[in-house]
């Protein structure tokens, strides 16, 4: 951790492929038959100085990598809890919350405004934060009026699992498969990889197409208004509009990709803290199950390097060796490019 308590991560940007921290940048057209973007981000929990013009469209991807340079999976080794202080050789900013609060540490995975579906792949090695892609071509959000792409960071909670063999007793439906996702109603608009703290206020029970998706709804600890809200209600009241406009943000996303509106448990209420801090305990004893291989993974790629009780587990040497094939594979591509 560099001094201020900077979270220092490197991105690389890539079609299919994990990449080591190389400071170059190659941009061609999706059309191209190598179509790569590679750069060198740094995201910190108070600043990005990230930026990037797509003239065309370009698949996206990205590795994390602590501050001495070892390659960690942002699904299985970000601890869900946020520490004090730097534990397990993954970057935390020490916290200036009381003692009785408890923070989270949020992945951010789309920045407030844009519409790229960037994701966690959670089915490929040190699971890379990548665009989704659907029968080959780019994931992008529609703009739901009057809002522009996503109307908060939107992110994951690491170490996390909806369970799609669990059903939930209260909707009757099953996990979708993928880490619980966190809607950050701060106002700083975050970078893609970037690891936040954050307070849970409640939580969201969307059903999509039939699949558990929970919403939690939560604030950067650093955000200005992070003292004033610590509820559900607390933002209805200082946020007027906010938690409808979410809702319905929710329910009409897919509609211009011509599937039906997304339904809700609960009519649509939003469930408050106690609740949503029980819905992401729950998820967290499921992922641990998986990655203590007491579930079938499905494809879920667990690779590790800090998850000592995991038959998963890899030494960063390993890990590394990951990202070097790749970059064997980057240097022949660049050789016939």
Known sequence: MESGGTLKFHFLVVKSFLVGAKAVEISVPVSSPFCLRLCLL????????SSETHTTPTSKAQVNK????????????????????????????????????????????????SNAKME????????????DEKKGKL???????????????????PQTWEDPGQKDKETNCCGDNDPIDVCDIGTQVCST?????VKVLGILAMIDEGEMDW???????????????????DVRKNRPGHLEATVEWFRKYKVPDGKPENKFGFNGEFKDKDFAVEIIK?????????????????GIDCKNTLCCDSPFRCTTDEAREVVQSVRTSLALVSHYW
Do not use: C
């Open 120 to 131: 966690i792949a959670i089915k490929e090695p040190l699971n890379p934060i990548k665009q």
């Open 42 to 49: 740094r995201s910190t929990a108070g600043n990005t100085d």
């Open 215 to 233: 919403k939690v709804i939560a604030i950067n600890a650093e955000d200005p208004d992070a003292k004033n809200l610590n509820s559900i209600e």
């Open 139 to 157: 994931r992008y959000v529609a703009n739901i009026f009057p809002h522009k792409g996503y109307i908060w960071n939107y992110g994951a909670l």
């Open 66 to 113: 602590t501050s001495d340079g070892k390659y960690i999976s942002p699904f299985h080794d970000i601890p869900l809890i946020a520490e004090t202080e730097q534990a397990n050789d993954v970057p935390a900013k020490k916290s200036k919350k009381s003692e009785s609060e408890v923070l989270y540490n949020m992945v951010v995975e789309v920045p407030r405004w």
């Open 282 to 298: 729950s998820t967290h004893e499921h992922w641990r199950a998986l990655v203590q291989k007491q579930k079938n993974t499905g």
């Open 193 to 197: 990889g970037q690891v936040i703290q």
